[in-house]
């Protein structure tokens, strides 16, 4: 039931488009933590096991990981994930730099929306 309640509240936090990339990034960031360390609650035999669940939640666990470090270059900051607090100073708008962290965080917000898909196909 906890998980089905922590599966319904991902897409909600996800849903929040009006906000600035890094705003939507910590969000998933935050959702993510939670939804993983649900799942590895619920499947104590990770990461030992080799079923196709526990490869998927490695995956998925990866791919937060990389969006940590994305969101970490695109705010030039040491701990993105550490608080929804934390100062965000992304090069200037129009320049090569900027697009290029815009692009790498984008990227991997998409990335784990893919791999967090494929680990609630894996649960069910």
Partial sequence: ???RKLLLLIPLLLLIGCQPIERQAYN???ASKAFLDSVKVAHPECPAATITLC???TRATAAKDVLI???EGY???AQFD???TTPCNPP???TPAYQQVFDRLQSAMSIYKLTESDLK???Q
């Fill in 69 to 71: 470090d994305a969101g």
């Fill in 1 to 3: 039931m906890r998980l």
């Fill in 55 to 57: 490869s998927v939640l």
């Fill in 75 to 77: 705010c030039n900051v």
């Fill in 92 to 94: 200037a708008k129009g």
């Fill in 28 to 30: 998933t960031v935050v």
């Fill in 121 to 123: 196909g894996a649960i």
């Fill in 82 to 84: 550490a608080s929804d």
